[in-house]
Each structure stands twice: as C-alpha cells, then as structure tokens.
C-alpha cells in the first residue's frame, strides 16, 4: 500500500510517555464516535486524526474482519517556537 499522510490535532510527548520516534509501528482505526480514522501508539496513545479526506479514502478498506490498518511514523517534523505542536507523518503499509 504505502500511502503516506499525516496527523491532524497531533499530540506531543509528555514525561513519562516516552518520546516519539521515526519508525515506531502506529495503528490507524475508526475514531471512538466513527467519523475520522485516528492513530494509535502500539503502548495505546492516542496520536492524531487523519484530515478528512485521506480518512474516508481509507477507511474503506476497513472492514469487520480487518478493522485497523498498519503502518509506522515516517517523519517528525517539528514547527517553529509557541505555534503548536509539530506534524507527525505516517506511512500506511498494510491492514489488519
């Protein structure tokens, strides 16, 4: 597959959670209300959402048997001082 997109409303690393880092395995699955596909941490850590678009293109290829997709964190890219916090990219490889 290899699609490539990133987090929207991405969550920085606070003490004790361990720093994120490239290449840390990340589930994507349907967000707790449906809506917006949403990325987890393999210790269970809520990362970000999917902007919409990329969300819908891929959650069609969720199904009941195959209800999260695979992939990992492809880059971290930081924003400039007291805007937010950076982009988290990842890279979709495979379902289930």
Do not use: F
Not at 14 to 27: F, M, N, Q, S
Not at 43 to 60: C, H, I, K, Q, T
């Amino acid at each position: 597959m290899g699609v490539l997109t990133y987090l929207t409303d991405a969550t920085e690393s606070h003490p004790g959670e361990g720093a994120l880092c490239v290449g840390d395995p990340v589930v994507l699955r349907q967000g707790r209300r449906g809506g917006k596909l949403e990325a987890w941490s393999a210790n269970g850590r809520r990362l970000g959402a999917l902007p919409p678009a990329e969300s819908e293109a891929l959650s069609g290829l969720l199904t009941g048997d195959n209800d999260r997709l695979r992939g990992h964190i492809a880059a971290l890219v930081p924003r400039p001082r007291l805007t937010g916090p950076g982009r988290i990219h990842i890279r979709v490889i495979e379902q289930g």
